[in-house]
């Protein structure tokens, strides 16, 4: 199985580059599970493809401002500073622009001076481990300093922070969005409550290797990134549950997915707890827990698409982009949704 299968044509004004300003008010392409056929509908549609017993499986993590502009403490130089993943209470692991001259050692300056920061080692990927020096609470001083951390391909700035932020998030580690969610309103989620779907919260926090291209034609040979999942007892078996009554999981975006794929046993069961999960999925993968998809239009080439492509067929999931792309959806992070079921 080869990269390349997984790519396709779009064009540059299809990335969206703002969300809209009604949550809800994207486009959603269902693409149907039976035979491959495909509609096209408003996203607040999705409640008609929903039913009582049914559970929605969302993603309840909340990205941080993880991106920081300061200079480096001798030369006054500007330095970009991504905060990838927290090692310890005031060291993580980091992504510095621009990187070559900064050496073990080095020292960083933010809003200046309340918070400072050390590089006191080289990672993977030329990745800084950074111990940042500050007083008081460092959420509250990245909250005041940090930026949203948006994926390169979106140029414009976002005006509201809350808008790269799902309604339901609660649990600060992200840094990227879990996108699917975005579209969801509390009044829409109040609509499926009421239809008899329950909904269940997972957490992973979602790194920036989700944006990593896959550099190998042998999709068999790409190594995932890791990210940290947390699943709650209760929410572990609100799930069974629904298993067991007959109802359907669908996850709410592919990190949904990983996250209860990777916490399921070999007989389908979903076991509570915490940890690292580096899951790959592309086709061939069965799928142990998940019945249904709700999810954003992924970059080609990418680990994302690879994952639609096991669950609805890689034949069937690159005709629908292919419609998208015909119909002018909008894609990416801040675009339109589909629905697989």
Not at 20 to 49: C, M, N, P
Not at 243 to 259: D, H, L, N, P
Request: proline share 4%; aromatic share 8%.
């Amino acid at each position: 199985m080869k990269t390349s299968d997984f790519a396709y044509e779009l064009p540059q004004e299809l990335i969206a580059q703002d969300p809209l300003e009604d949550r809800s008010s994207s486009r959603l392409l269902h693409l149907a599970l039976s035979d491959g056929s495909i509609e096209h509908k408003k996203f607040t549609d999705v409640i008609e493809y929903l039913r009582p017993g049914d559970c929605l499986v969302v993603n309840n993590s909340k990205v941080i401002p993880a991106r920081l502009y300061g200079e480096k403490e001798d030369t006054g130089a500007l330095i970009e500073i991504l905060l990838l993943k927290r090692v310890s209470a005031d060291v993580w692991e980091t992504l510095v622009k621009p990187g070559k001259k900064c050496r073990i050692g080095a020292r960083f300056v933010f809003g200046g001076g309340i918070l400072k920061g050390e590089v006191m080692d080289i990672v993977d990927e030329g990745n800084r481990l950074i111990r940042f020096e500050f007083e008081g609470i460092f959420e509250e001083i990245l909250d005041k300093l940090g930026e949203m951390p948006l994926p390169p391909y979106i140029t414009h700035k976002l005006k509201d922070k809350n808008r790269y932020q799902t309604v339901y998030a609660k649990d600060p580690g992200s840094a990227a969005a879990p996108t699917a969610g975005l579209h969801f309103t509390e009044e829409l989620l109040d609509k499926i409550r009421e239809k008899g779907v329950n909904i269940a919260h997972v957490t992973l926090h979602v790194g920036l290797g989700t944006f990593r291209p896959v550099k190998v034609e042998d999709v068999t040979q790409h190594h995932m990134h890791s990210e940290f999942y947390i699943i709650e007892e209760e929410q572990a078996e609100l799930i069974n549950n629904t298993k067991k009554a007959g109802g359907r999981v669908i996850c709410v975006g592919t990190t949904s997915c990983r996250t209860i794929e990777s916490a399921a046993d070999e007989n389908g069961v979903l076991k509570a707890g915490s940890g690292w999960t580096d899951i790959f999925i592309y086709p061939g993968y069965d799928f142990r827990i998940m019945d249904g998809l709700i999810t954003n239009f992924h970059l080609p080439e990418s680990t994302l698409i690879m994952l639609v492509s096991a669950f609805a067929g890689k034949e069937r999931v690159m005709r629908a982009y292919e419609e998208a792309v015909r119909e002018r959806y909008r894609f990416f992070s801040f675009g339109d949704a589909m629905i697989i079921l």
